[in-house]
Every structure is written in structure tokens, then in C-alpha cells.
């Protein structure tokens, strides 16, 4: 498996160049959010915006009713707790197409319950007009700013920085509300999102290697959540559905699934699995999701419950996520 | 900036008489209403009537407004599917290069714009009439499609900000209009006006041009008493601003600012006002001015008296 590093930063360049009305707003995290190689190239469409993300995202509205499209960059934690206000009114009420690149998603960071957004999908989610969207590898990183540009009116981007794994294929971009269909199987559905799909994957190839058969959508569109393939993924499995997000298990992907099964009258069992109505504390990536059920592990626990019996991996049978081969479009409208 | 409006004769100052004039039939207009409801946010006219009729007659260049001018039912919020929506904007006109765009910030002095909007011709007046009516546009807390309004100010603090936004915009295209904002003097206690204030002077937003109208007044009560501001002209200057501190009861004070050649600050204009000016019965009230609730008969009858005298031409 390919890791890439600093993909937005680099990513951000190629893809403005063409695009003269994108400014870049940023709250003095720009190296922080990988803005920084934008602002060295295009400084006159760089907008300092100074530790002040309530008048920040105001502003980013202001221009958008004006026809900029402003790519607000900032920790995720500080657009939806910070400025949830003017989120709300400046932005998302107006249905202004301001650009909320939000990073450090959940147990991203060692920073500690202020700067782990565990909170934010709920919150945006709730919002009228808002699209939601999070990219979980190299490819997705590089094709959200296509979707996000291409809806007309507010979006909020989980975004990752640093060093993101390649987990999908490089010309098969992200597509809004189109869940990558990861494998087909009739005894488990497991939904994942974000960086929780590399771990994922583990566990299903260990699954899968046990005899089970393992549904696997990879969801990058949060808001709208409308694909038929989720349905189906949802009534397909004999033994339940398991869910797994870098967020708390409330108000995001596990939400979103639960309201989908009640909608259709879908009586299954579903796993929901991520933070349980705790804040998490600094420390290490790794460490953070062993300890709130976010890894490979949880999810054969999550698994076992649902199956009836144990099953254990070690940690050498969980074998590291490599690119998987998608199925063709086609296949995802058939499933 | 703001000479004369192309269709008015250029005829020296007649246009201070005309704010005078429309100044005091906005405070008949919004007592009639409050009288007829039972209350209303009256001394928000009696303290901002000339500074919005100044802007309106004299500052402001605004083209002309379409027609109808009689609001429109509302049509729904914003929202991809809402093709039927528009802005309370329509009332300003549709703004071209050359002209100014105006934000209310404080949206509870909705009855005062909508007052000087019919005062200015922009709005009919059977639109006071459906003021607060279930279906209406003409909302009790003016909304991003009640008439005059632009953006969504309710949540207060944030409408500076986005004309802010909207001044950056329109500099990068060229344009030569402002962005002018009116602020309520409560609002220097919020953080988002001082991060935009900063962000303002920050980014040399010379186009932009706020007007305050500084009743010393809020919600709980005076604002001395509430949470202190002063000292403001001090205060914005120590953050960049250009200030004017003027009588926001003398129109050609008001509008005088606005002339001045920009310099590269944000001009803030701190109109002083008095919060029952052109009406004494309302002194009664205090500290307790931000919304007028007509209580006993006796209170009706002095405020009836008001109104009575006000249309007499008498003055209260």
C-alpha cells in the first residue's frame, strides 16, 4: 500500500491554478492545514484571516454571495464548535457556497478533546443546505475539491493531512453519494468512513477468510446519504450490519444508518461502532483508536457478536490494508 | 460621495428637509403601529429615524426599486430547490458597479427600515400592514427576505462581518459602490464585531462605512448598567478605524462622513442618539426602552395624545 504525504497541500496548487475565483481563507493554521503551498502560489488570492473563525466564516460568506468561492481552512474542531453560529446563519441558512475544509478529524491528533473534532459530522449534518463530505485516502483527498465545488451551496470537508494511505485507485475519484462498494457478501454489512476504512478492510479480508461473507461500503458522501447500494447494503446480511467512524457513535455514520433502516423498516441489528459519549484525550493515533474501538480489533468484536462466536485475530493475521480492486460502477447500481 | 439623488433638483440643502420630514413620519408611522399592537420596538425609531432616513435619502446610492413594491407573500427559504427565492434586497434595488449596498445588522430595527422605506417610496404602505402576519415577509425580527434586508442579521454581531466579506468581493471585481453597515451600539460588546472590525482595517476595506446608531440602550436596560463599552471612539481608533462621532438627530452631521475621501481605514460613524427623542411620554420607560409594551389605559391614552400631536404637526 502507497502512503502519500501532505497530498492536499499539493493537490490544492494543481487543482486552483485554473480556478480564479477560489480563495483561500485562513485562521493562522496554515501550514497546519496545508494551505501553505497555496499562499506561496497565489498570494493575492490568499486571505489572512487571523485567530477569528466567527468573523472568518461570516466573511467566507460575504464573499461567496459575491461569487468567490472561499475554501475556509481550519481545524475541523473550530468551524463547528467555534463558529457554529455563523455557520448556521452566514452560511448554511443563506445556502452560500462557502467551503469548510475542517482537518483533524476525531483521534487524528495528539492535541487532546480540544482539537479531536468527535462531534462535527453531527453537527453539520443537522444543518439545512450543508453537504458532508470525508475522504478516506490519497485519491479521495484529491477528488473531493471536485465534488465539493461542483455542489452549489455550502459543503463541509472532513478533511486528512499529512501522511494519508493510497487505498483507492488514482483514477477512480470520489463521487458524491456514491459508496464504494468494497466487497459482496451475505452474512455482515460493515459501513465504514474516513481513516476507519483502512482498518476495515483488515478485518474483513480476516473475515472473510474465516468463511464469512462481508458486504463493505466505503461512505465518503455523509450528506446526502440516498444510494441504493446503502439500502441494500442494509437489508442484505443474515446477521447484522456493523458501522465504523472516527467520531462519536452518535450523530454521524451510525445515525445516518440507523435513520435509513427505520425509514425502510429494516428490523437488523447494527453495531455501531466509535467514541461512546466520551471525549478522548492526547495521544497517539494508534493508541486512541485501540482504546476507543476504532481499529481492525473492534470490529472482529463487533463481528463475533453478531456471528455468535469468537473471533480473535492476532495481530499478525491482520493483515495491512493493501489497494483493493473496486468493482465497476455498474456493479455498485446492482448490488 | 453622496451628492443629491439624480432625480431630485440640485437645490442646496433641500434634501436635510426632506430626511426631517421623512425622520418624523417614520416615528408617526412606527407609534401608529405600536399603539395599534399593543407594542413595539419604539424607541429604536425615535433614536435611529434620521440616521435612516439620511441613508436613505441622501447617502445610500442606490438605484431604483422594480416593481410591485408591495411585499411579496414569503416564498420559503433559501435552498437549492427554492427558485421562487429573493432577498429583502429587491427594496434597494438591483445594484449595479457603481452602488452602495446596505446591511442592517440589528434586526429588531426592521420596523424603523420598513418605516423609511415607505417614506422613501421603496416600499408601499400596505406592507406595514402585514407586519408580522403569519405568511408575511415583513417579519417582526427583519429576515434575509423581509424587505431592505440583505443578509440574515438576527443572530447579532455577524452581519458586519459578512458585509465585510462582501466589500472584499466587490473591491477584487472593481467595483466603485460601499458596502455601508448599520450597527447597534449593543453590538461593540460582542467578539465577532471587534475580529471584524480588526479584519476590516487589517485588509484596508476603505469602501466600507458603519454607522451606529449609539442610543445606549440594550435589551436588559441602559448600557452603562448591562456591560460597558466605552471608551468606543478610543477603542475603535486603537483597532484602526477612522470615527466620526456625531448627533444622530442632525442629518447633514450624519451624512457628512460619507463624503470624506478614503484613506485605506473602515470608517465607523457613532451617531449619538437619543432613545426617545420626539417623544416624551417614552422617558417614563426607563432604563427599560429596548421594546415598548403598552401596559394600562392610562399609558395608551398618553401615547394616543402623542401620536395625535404628531399628526396636528404640533410635536409632542
Redesign the interface.
Known amino acids: 500500500m502507497q502512503v502519500c504525504t501532505k497530498v492536499h497541500a499539493a493537490n490544492l496548487v494543481r487543482w486552483a491554478a485554473d480556478k480564479p475565483r477560489v480563495l483561500v481563507l485562513s485562521a493562522d493554521l496554515t501550514s497546519s492545514c496545508e494551505a501553505d503551498a497555496f499562499r506561496d502560489a497565489y498570494p493575492d488570492r490568499f ?4 485567530i ?1 473563525e ?2 472568518m ?12 468561492m ?1 475554501l475556509v481552512h481550519t481545524f475541523a474542531v473550530f468551524i463547528c464548535r467555534r463558529a457554529y ?2 455557520v448556521a ?2 452560511v448554511a ?3 452560500a457556497p462557502v467551503k469548510l475544509i475542517g482537518f483533524l478529524p476525531g483521534i487524528t491528533t495528539p492535541g487532546g478533546a480540544s482539537h479531536q473534532a468527535i462531534d462535527d459530522v453531527a453537527l453539520m449534518r443537522q444543518l ?2 450543508m453537504t458532508v463530505l470525508e475522504p478516506g485516502d490519497a485519491t479521495e483527498v484529491e477528488s473531493v475539491l471536485d465534488v465539493m465545488a461542483a455542489v ?2 455550502p459543503v463541509y470537508v472532513r478533511m486528512l493531512r499529512g501522511e494519508v494511505p493510497r487505498l483507492f485507485p488514482a483514477d477512480q475519484p470520489l463521487c458524491l453519494d456514491q459508496p464504494r462498494v468494497l466487497s459482496e457478501g451475505d452474512d455482515l454489512s460493515v459501513f465504514s468512513t474516513g481513516i476507519c476504512t483502512e482498518e476495515a478492510l483488515k478485518a474483513v479480508a480476516f473475515l472473510q477468510a474465516r468463511g464469512l461473507g462481508v458486504t463493505h461500503l466505503h461512505l465518503s458522501t455523509l450528506k446526502p446519504c440516498t444510494h441504493p447500494s446503502v439500502r441494500a447494503a442494509l437489508e442484505r446480511p443474515r446477521l447484522g450490519c456493523i458501522s465504523m467512524e472516527n467520531h462519536l457513535r452518535t450523530g454521524g455514520l451510525g445515525t445516518v444508518l440507523a435513520e435509513a433502516m427505520a425509514d425502510a423498516g429494516l428490523g437488523k441489528r447494527l453495531v455501531r461502532l466509535g467514541l461512546d459519549d466520551t471525549f478522548a484525550h492526547g495521544g497517539s493515533r494508534g493508541y486512541l483508536m485501540r482504546e476507543h474501538g476504532l481499529d481492525a480489533a473492534a470490529l472482529l468484536r463487533a463481528a463475533s457478536t453478531l456471528v455468535g462466536r469468537p473471533l480473535h485475530a492476532s495481530p499478525g493475521e491482520l493483515a495491512a490494508a493493501r489497494t483493493v480492486a473496486l468493482h465497476s460502477a455498474a456493479r455498485v447500481e446492482a448490488l | 460621495m453622496g451628492p443629491p439623488r439624480p432625480e431630485r433638483a440640485v437645490t442646496d440643502l433641500s434634501w436635510v428637509a426632506d430626511v426631517e420630514f421623512a425622520a418624523a413620519h417614520i416615528r408617526r408611522r412606527v407609534l401608529a403601529h405600536t399603539l395599534a399592537h399593543g407594542g413595539g420596538y419604539m424607541s429604536q425609531a425615535c433614536s435611529a429615524a434620521e440616521l435612516l432616513a439620511t441613508l436613505y435619502l441622501h447617502v445610500l446610492q442606490l438605484p431604483p426599486v422594480g416593481l410591485p413594491i408591495l411585499p411579496q407573500p414569503f416564498a420559503g ?4 430547490g427554492n427558485r421562487a427565492y429573493r432577498t429583502g434586497a429587491y427594496f434597494n434595488g438591483t445594484p449595479g458597479p457603481q452602488h452602495d449596498r446596505f446591511f442592517l445588522s440589528p434586526a429588531h430595527y426592521a420596523l424603523v427600515v420598513y418605516a423609511t422605506l415607505v417614506e422613501c417610496g421603496r416600499m408601499d404602505p400596505a406592507g406595514l400592514e402585514q407586519f408580522n402576519l403569519d405568511g408575511s415577509s415583513v417579519e417582526m425580527i427583519g429576515a ?1 427576505h423581509s424587505p431592505g434586508m440583505e ?2 442579521a ?2 447579532l ?3 458586519v ?10 473591491r ?2 472593481g467595483d466603485r459602490g460601499r458596502a455601508v453597515v448599520m450597527l447597534s451600539d449593543g453590538e461593540f460588546q460582542i ?2 464585531t471587534w ?2 472590525l ?2 476590516m482595517a ?2 484596508r476595506l476603505d469602501n466600507m462605512l458603519v454607522y451606529a446608531d449609539c442610543n445606549g440602550q440594550q435589551c436588559d436596560g441602559a448600557i452603562d448598567r448591562v456591560m460597558r463599552i466605552e471608551p468606543l471612539r478610543a477603542r475603535l481608533e486603537a483597532f484602526g478605524c477612522r470615527v466620526a462621532q456625531v448627533d444622530a438627530h442632525d442629518a447633514k452631521a450624519l451624512a457628512a462622513p460619507a463624503t470624506w475621501r478614503p484613506d485605506g481605514r473602515p470608517l465607523v460613524v457613532l451617531a449619538q442618539s437619543d432613545p426617545c427623542r420626539g417623544l416624551e411620554p417614552l422617558r417614563a420607560n426607563a432604563p427599560k426602552l429596548h421594546y415598548l409594551r403598552l401596559q394600562s389605559d392610562a399609558e395608551r391614552a398618553r401615547y394616543r395624545a402623542a401620536l395625535e400631536a404628531m399628526r396636528h404637526g404640533e410635536g409632542p
Open positions: 486571505v489572512s484571516m487571523g477569528a466567527q468573523n466564516v461570516s466573511f467566507a460568506a460575504g464573499l461567496a454571495r459575491e461569487g468567490w472561499p453560529d455563523q446563519m452566514s441558512y443563506a445556502n439545512p443546505n452549489p451551496g | 427559504v433559501p435552498g437549492r434575509e443578509v440574515m438576527g443572530s454581531g455577524q452581519a462581518s459578512v458585509a465585510a466579506g462582501v466589500a472584499m468581493a466587490r477584487r471585481r467578539g465577532q475580529e471584524a480588526q479584519a487589517f485588509h
